[in-house]
């Protein structure tokens, strides 16, 4: 059972919490509001109030053999900073810290934080290409350059088999499932025979050029000159 302890309860860190411990996770929450841990602690195994931001405290409390911390302080930087640097100090190697802004970040990273997640950031990634392209209807950003997205089915490809299309060539694209627009479930796509039909959406994986390249057709001739948005939505990775 992983173990992870989860250090300020924002927003981000009480989400964390809830997912967490909705898969088994045996956590360890610290916090500062008493309303806040009387309010989730059934989400935990123990729960800590501590105003107390130090090395000392968080060695009686967090085992230095934990499988991961996050640490959400909301906006609130050197709490964060001295949180992430005594786990650091511990020898804890995953270290998430919630932040809102690059120079934050930086800061983070420099106090040993292993990922920095911005919550603001990630949701407007998630959002923004599905309102660029109609025929974009999920997008998620694995990594700097790799992307899971559902798209609908080109009139090109209608009525081809896998083999035929020219995907991975075409547009450097692997096809991973197909669903039929009125399901909810995927099917993974274990043959080249397999034949697509109009009313198909498929799961496609590749970088975000591979991706734009596949969907570009669907966006409007007034903005072909303008690069596709997924470039200024995904960040460097530090």
Request: glycine content about 6%; overall charge negative; aromatic content about 8%.
């Amino acid at each position: 059972m992983l173990q992870i302890a989860i250090l300020g309860l924002g927003s981000f860190g009480i989400r964390m919490l809830e997912e967490l411990s909705a898969v088994g996770c045996e956590i360890i929450v610290v916090d500062r509001d008493a309303e806040k841990i009387d309010k989730y602690k059934t989400h935990a195994r123990a729960v800590y109030i501590t105003d107390v931001i130090n090395k000392d405290s968080f060695m009686k409390i967090i085992p230095s053999n934990i499988d991961a911390a996050i640490v959400d302080f909301d906006d609130l930087l050197e709490p964060a900073i001295l949180t992430t640097h005594y786990l650091h100090q511990m020898g804890i190697k995953n270290i998430v810290v919630q932040c809102e802004n690059d120079t934050h970040g930086e800061l983070l990273t420099l106090a040993g934080a292993s990922q920095i997640v911005y919550p603001e950031y990630e949701a407007a990634k998630r959002i923004t290409p599905l309102l660029i392209s109609k025929q974009l209807n999920s997008y998620i950003q694995l990594s700097t350059d790799f992307a899971i997205a559902e798209v609908e089915i080109l009139e090109e490809l209608e009525g081809k088999a896998l083999k035929d299309c020219g995907l991975r060539n075409n547009y450097g694209i692997n096809v991973i499932a197909c669903r039929n627009k009125d399901a909810t479930e995927f099917t993974t796509i274990s043959s080249p025979d397999f034949v697509f039909s109009k009313d198909c959406n498929i799961l496609i994986a590749g970088n975000k050029i591979s991706i734009e390249k596949y969907i570009k057709k669907d966006i409007k001739k007034e903005r072909s000159g303008t690069k596709f948005l997924l470039d200024r939505f995904i960040k460097k990775s530090k």
